[in-house]
T-cell receptor, first 115, second 118 residues
Framework: DARVTQTPRDKVTEMGQEVTMRCQPI?????VFWYRQTMMQGLELLAY????????DSGMPKDRFSAEMPDATLATLKIQPSEPRDSAVYFC?????????????FGPGTRLTVL | AQKITQTQPGMFVQEKEAVTLDCTYD???????LFWYKQPSSGEMIFLIY??????QNATEGRYSLNFQKARKSANLVISASQLGDSAMYFC???????????????FGKGTKLSVKP
């Protein structure tokens, strides 16, 4: 049963600290998305990659957020320095270009709390 | 710009009855896909059903069906024979239709919280 995995599942940190979230997409999927979910904004796209190349990171605050795919099995989202307003659930999703529609499989999310 | 609107913040339904969750969308694209995801209290996002903009028949997946009215730009989710386990947030989303790998991100609505009463 192929699944997207994310670590950590929960992270509590203090303002100013660096936070790194990791995602392992489903093997063979060529597209990886990072979404953020908050009560106020709902689900919003932060960045996405196709074949490891960044395609769109317009939803991401560039001064503190960065997203990378060091290899096909790992995507990272880093916040440095973190702020209380970054508290949210961060979802990674992956998708395949081999199917006829862009169903995205979501990971369980990382719940981030910045104090 | 693409936009998804879900006008029902919360809905109640009696167990075993059917319920319709509303979703309207706005896009200038000719090719697009519409999706529904379920998010239970545990937090994971579960894919339920998909409808392509060129599909002439409404999509069905078990107890889920999508009432697609293209001219009205609506894609309502119908859940038949509601179960207690259906209590969750439901999100409507729209994305670029994929022909040969050009997959894009999803735009989500704000969601509808469905509560199933015993």
């Amino acid at each position: 049963d192929a699944r997207v995995t994310q670590t950590p599942r929960d992270k509590v940190t203090e303002m100013g600290q660096e936070v790194t979230m990791r995602c392992q997409p489903i093997l063979g999927h060529n597209t990886v998305f990072w979404y953020r979910q908050t009560m106020m904004q709902g689900l919003e796209l932060l960045a996405y990659f196709r074949n490891r190349a960044p395609l769109d990171d317009s939803g991401m605050p560039k001064d503190r957020f960065s997203a990378e795919m060091p290899d096909a099995t790992l995507a990272t989202l880093k916040i440095q320095p973190s702020e209380p307003r970054d508290s949210a659930v961060y979802f990674c999703a992956s998708g395949s270009g081999t199917i006829s529609y862009n169903e995205q499989f979501f990971g369980p999310g990382t719940r981030l709390t910045v104090l | 710009a693409q936009k998804i609107t879900q006008t029902q913040p919360g809905m109640f339904v009696q167990e075993k009855e059917a319920v319709t969750l509303d979703c309207t969308y706005d896009t200038s694209d000719q090719s697009y896909g519409l999706f529904w995801y379920k998010q239970p209290s545990s937090g994971e996002m579960i894919f339920l059903i998909y409808q392509g903009s060129y599909d002439e028949q409404n999509a069905t997946e078990g107890r889920y069906s999508l009432n697609f009215q293209k001219a009205r730009k609506s894609a309502n989710l119908v859940i038949s024979a509601s179960q207690l386990g259906d209590s969750a947030m439901y999100f409507c989303a729209m994305g670029q239709m994929n022909y040969g790998g050009s997959q894009g991100n999803l735009i989500f609505g704000k969601g509808t919280k469905l509560s199933v009463k015993p």
